[in-house]
């Protein structure tokens, strides 16, 4: 399968606790992009990366979140000191970078429980 | 984005029915809008795109029409088929960044 992976699929953790997530793109494609959906709602946007620099981050990503590409290929994406709140599917995608649209592919996800 | 609760809005089509989703945006800054499908459980999946410079735009069974003057984009699957199930969701495209709409839940009754 070439799409996107994202690892695990399902993590519960307690409330305090750390947790790290990983996402692998589709080989080729430069940009790598992390959201959050709650239930009932669109997936949310949180950051994207080109190659290995984070170029945007949102409002939604407090100093408990951090995301890093290393060498421009996976990503991990860090909550710390997790909150109830924090319970979410958390969504990666990715896409090919071109002058013309930005049709991103996404992963099955990570479906975070916080207790 | 926008608190819509829990309830999702949701269209229920009889099998071999044309099915019409619509969306309203709210940039007028945007310039590229897609349709994606979210089956439970997985990732939302790419269907059709339109570009701004553009008011309809043909796929398989799928037509996005749009709107701009009034900030609408609408889709239209022909002949909805079970598999069709799911949620839809429009997003508008700003600078690399896809901000998603209120999902709309399709139901297909055989």
Redesign the interface.
């Known amino acids: 399968d070439t799409g996107v992976s994202q690892d695990p699929r399902h993590k519960i953790t307690k409330r305090g606790q750390n947790v790290t997530f990983r996402c692998d793109p589709i080989s080729e494609h430069n940009r790598l992009y992390w959201y959050r959906q709650t239930l009932g709602q669109g997936p949310e946007f949180l950051t994207y990366f080109q190659n290995e620099a984070q170029l945007e981050k949102s409002r939604l990503l407090s100093d408990r979140f951090s995301a890093e590409r290393p060498k421009g290929s996976f990503s991990t994406l860090e909550i710390q000191r997790t909150e109830q709140g924090d319970s979410a599917m958390y969504l990666c995608a990715s896409s090919l970078a071109t002058t013309g649209n930005n049709e991103q592919f996404f992963g099955p996800g990570t479906r975070l429980t916080v207790l | ?1 926008e ?6 809005p949701t269209l229920s089509v009889q099998e071999g029915d044309n099915s019409i989703i619509n969306c309203a945006y709210s940039n007028s800054a945007s310039d ?1 809008f ?1 349709w ?1 499908k979210q089956e439970s ?6 269907i059709i ?1 339109i ?1 701004s410079n553009m008011d309809k735009r043909q796929g398989q069974r799928v037509t996005v029409l749009l709107n701009k003057t009034v900030k609408h984009l609408s889709l239209q699957i022909a002949a909805t088929q079970p598999g069709d199930s799911a949620v839809y ?1 429009c ?1 508008e ?1 700003i600078v ?8 709309t839940k399709l139901q297909v009754i055989p």
């Open positions: 984005g608190s819509v609760g829990l309830h999702l590229y897609i994606y459980g997985k990732g939302p999946q790419f795109d570009r969701f997003a495209n690399q960044k896809v901000t998603f709409g209120i999902g």
